[in-house]
């Protein structure tokens, strides 16, 4: 599986919109809040979570949550966690 940065951004850009299909991946700023940018309920997060932990194999403990804030976030955790 790769781990450049495009390639993840991509793929957590994808599994994003399988929760929230009315996202426009090119309104996205990878540096801003993500909840806040696709407004995303506590459920519909988790199911984000979990979608990660599924497709890349990377478990996400909960102490970790509050740490994935933006999409840099979310690929900056998951390269960490890749390699």
């Known amino acids: 599986m790769s781990t450049e940065r495009p390639t993840l951004m991509a793929t ?12 426009e991946p ?11 940018q696709v407004d995303l309920d506590s459920m519909d997060w988790l199911n984000f979570l979990v979608s990660l932990h599924e497709h890349f194999g990377v478990t996400i403990p909960e102490a970790d949550y509050a740490g994935l804030v933006s999409l840099d976030n979310v690929v900056d955790y ?6």
Do not use: G, S
């Open 78 to 83: 998951l390269q960490a966690r890749l390699k």
């Open 12 to 23: 957590v850009v994808a599994l994003l919109r399988a929760i929230a299909p009315e996202v």
């Open 26 to 36: 090119d309104t996205l700023a990878p540096a801003r809040a993500l909840r806040q």
